[in-house]
């Protein structure tokens, strides 16, 4: 099957470019390369052809640069508490999901995500494309 990415997937990402048009975009990416395909990612898809992942850039602005990655990724994993599109997250070092209730812990696998932040959606992102309400990405209150 050929690989799609989740309608959550796209719709998040959009958002990301609609509210940072200026953003690096050198560390994005959806869809895992032979290197992803010999372990289990959410970048490679499935069966029926699912890509369940992004990165974005951690750079969102042209210069200068106010690092505010940190913040989205905050407000995603808060956000993911209700949100049930979002599987977990990994950014700088950490890792949230619901196996530890949206905490961040450490993330001890060998990339470590310090330039992207990766996303990972749940089947019920496949084709639900509504709005993520977050207050970085556009979300009006
Ligand atoms: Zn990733």
Redesign the pocket.
Known sequence: MKPKLCAAGKQLREQFDDCFGDRDRTSD?WL?DSKHATRK???NPDEQGWVR???IDRDLFGKPKPDIMPDVADQLRTLAKSDKRISYI?FDGKIASSKSVWRWRPYTGI?K?LH?C???FTIKGDEDSSFFNIPLLGATK
């Open positions: 990416g895992g990612s959410d970048h992942a992004i990165d990994i990339n995500h992207h990766h996303i990972s």
